[in-house]
């Protein structure tokens, strides 16, 4: 099964899943950021908990640009998503929770 999984190498919850799955593709979404399809597919999946609003880039956002539109947001602020994001044999997963390695079969 092909994985790939978006997010940041300076992430440590990232760390922990590329540990995991050695054999996974990593795409940094800063050095190669997301198309707008893939913003739409993940927003499509996880809706509003795809932005981290307890990050440190939420917190440096004016109340207006908190008020704009999560693709928007994404596109300009690549750090704002909820990482990671593992795409694994078609289907989306979001962070690195118990439930999520358990469907990777990672323990």
Not at 34 to 42: M, T, W, Y
Request: with cysteine.
């Amino acid at each position: 099964m092909e994985i790939t999984i978006y997010g940041l190498p300076t992430c440590d919850t990232c760390r922990k899943a590329r540990k995991a799955l050695p054999a996974a593709r990593f795409r940094d979404i800063r050095a190669e950021p997301l198309s707008e399809g893939d913003i739409k597919a993940f927003l499509a999946q996880f809706g509003e908990r795809l932005v981290n609003r307890a990050s440190t880039t939420w917190r440096s956002l004016s109340e207006a640009e908190r008020q704009t539109m999560p693709e928007a947001l994404l596109s300009a602020h690549p750090a704002l998503m909820k990482r990671p994001v593992i795409l694994a044999g078609g289907v989306l997963y979001l962070g690195w929770a118990p439930d999520v390695r358990r469907a990777l079969g990672v323990n």
